[in-house]
C-alpha cells in the first residue's frame, strides 16, 4: 500500500508507483469522489480538447477547405488504390 503525507499548506505528494498507475503527469487533474461509506475515491481526470490548445504550431500558412479536401482525397487515393 503506498503512503503520503499531508504537508502543513495541504500537499501530498504521490508516490511514483500511483503516478504511473493513474497516468498522472505534471498538470494532471483528479477527482475526489466521497462514496456511500463515507471515504473518497480519487479519480484521473480525463483531459479536456481544450488542454490541446496550443500543442500544434499552427501552419505557416491559413490552410483552405479545398486543400485539406484535396489532402483527404489524395491520401484516401493513396490507401485503397
Known amino acids: 500500500m503506498s503512503t503520503a503525507t499531508v504537508t502543513s499548506k495541504g500537499q501530498i505528494t504521490i508516490p511514483v508507483e500511483v503516478r504511473n498507475k493513474l497516468g498522472l503527469r ?3 487533474r483528479l477527482a475526489f469522489v466521497p462514496t456511500a461509506s463515507g471515504s473518497y475515491e480519487i479519480h484521473a481526470q480525463a483531459a479536456s480538447i481544450r488542454d490541446l ?3 500544434v504550431a499552427p501552419p505557416p500558412e491559413p ?5 485539406m479536401d484535396e ?5 484516401a487515393a493513396e490507401h485503397w488504390t
Not at 63 to 67: A, I
Request: glycine share 18%; net charge negative.
Open 26 to 28: 505534471p498538470g494532471s
Open 53 to 55: 490548445k496550443g500543442v
Open 63 to 67: 490552410v483552405t477547405l479545398d486543400d
Open 71 to 75: 489532402a483527404v482525397a489524395s491520401g
